[in-house]
């Protein structure tokens, strides 16, 4: 389930052990070829696969201009993260980006011989969409709390629910969102997309008392017995992590009450001007957390380029951080940077995610998702 979508994007970095100036070539075989921008200035082009919440970022005029700056023009197309190592040919590209490193583990088994180099430029917390009403119900009920200002779902209890089939209704409280349907969050089709893999992981490591599942036939019957009736029960779910995140933003936290999304998301929509976060919506992190570490998978050395411009010039961890996400290296300022400076509340500090999950290895994750699968 591959999403098409091809962006014009101005290009990419520099790689780490090779600094390109402004106007430099990019060496070596691989899909790069040249090109020139409006001023005659030669690029060269980059042809990379990302994930789609990724998608802004690369489109992004001052990222374009950053990447044109070193000579080069990045051409993207989006898929599920997941699906990259299955993507006939993406070995030709000059770069992918999964947005996890189960994915990017699963895309380096499959075509390590053609893999040079992977970099963790940047990252987002796994976090859900909700609004008031629903976390007043999620309160009263132990599932939800609220602590400095910022609101966490608690995952065991959580799970808990939805393992007793409850509904809203059965819930106290649940005069504020009098909903029929089960306490179910809303996610992406956990056979392609990053973010259902994510929590799936965070799901097991919560359902095995707070550990990863080694044993695959311990992830075989955890599967079978538990995890899939996260995702079967949904019914039809969307491929890309923008879909259910369009659907929150258009029709509201009470027609989608819990919605799976990566805290870059919500944070890029409320940077936006005229921002579609309405005063009712609320950001909330699972407790406890995973990350989505957004991961560069070079094949060639104009793709090492790329992972050296999004690691290392402070311009566009600028652009970065301004799209959501946070920043790893020296540049990991810039997302407390941006929050502080829109003067936006509810954000999780940086050094204070002390509860996170482990996700399990990508050949465990693999014999989850084929359980599941096949339940299909």
């Known amino acids: 389930m591959v999403a098409g979508v091809v962006l ?32 005659g200035q030669q690029l060269t082009v980059v042809h990379g696969v990302i994930g789609s919440e990724k ?12 990447f044109n700056s ?11 993260s997941w699906a990259m190592a299955e993507r006939a040919g993406i070995e030709e590209s000059d770069f992918a980006s ?16 053609a893999v040079l180099s992977t970099t963790r430029p940047f990252y987002s917390p796994l976090a859900v969409a909700t609004g008031d009403a629903v976390l007043s119900v999620l309160e009263q009920n132990g599932i939800a709390e609220r602590r400095d200002g910022v609101w966490y779902l608690d995952m065991a209890a ?5 393992a007793n089939g409850r509904r809203w209704t059965d819930l106290a409280g649940s005069d504020a969102y009098p909903s029929s349907r089960n306490v179910m969050i809303t996610t992406t089709d956990v056979r392609s997309s990053n973010s259902a893999l994510m929590y799936l992981s965070l799901s097991s ?6 550990a990863v599942i080694t044993s695959e036939d311990a992830a075989r019957q955890q599967a ?12 039809y779910s969307q491929s890309s992590s923008s879909g259910p995140w369009e659907s929150f933003l258009s029709k509201g936290p009470m027609n989608q009450p819990l919605t799976l999304i990566y805290e870059s998301q919500y944070l890029e929509a409320q940077m936006n001007e005229p921002s579609r976060v309405t005063s009712s919506m609320r950001i909330c992190y699972p407790a406890p957390t995973i990350f989505s570490d957004h991961v560069v998978v070079a094949f060639s050395e104009a793709g090492q380029k790329v992972q050296d411009v999004l690691e290392n010039d402070p311009d566009m961890a600028r652009v970065i951080a301004r799209h959501g996400f946070r920043v790893n290296g020296a540049n990991s300022a810039a997302f407390s940077e941006q929050v502080g400076a829109a003067g936006l509340t509810g954000y999780a500090a940086d050094g204070t995610f002390i509860d996170a999950a482990q996700a399990p290895s990508y050949e465990v994750a693999d014999v989850m998702l084929q359980t599941i699968e096949a339940l299909y």
Not at 70 to 80: C, F, H, K, P, R
């Open 158 to 162: 959580y799970l808990d629910a939805v």
């Open 205 to 210: 490591y919560v359902l095995n008392g707070y």
């Open 98 to 113: 999964p947005s996890s490193e189960i994915s990017a583990a699963h895309l380096v088994d499959v075509h390590g011989g």
């Open 55 to 66: 998608e802004s970022l690369f489109s992004d005029p001052e990222a374009q201009a950053i």
């Open 224 to 235: 079978t017995d538990s995890l899939a009736r996260l995702f079967l029960d949904q019914g």
């Open 8 to 39: 014009i994007l101005a290009a990419v970095v520099v790689a780490g052990a090779i600094a390109l100036g402004p106007g430099a070539e990019a060496g070596g075989e691989s899909a790069a070829h040249d090109a020139s921008d409006a001023q």
């Open 70 to 80: 070193y000579g080069l023009d990045v051409q993207v197309t989006t898929s599920g």
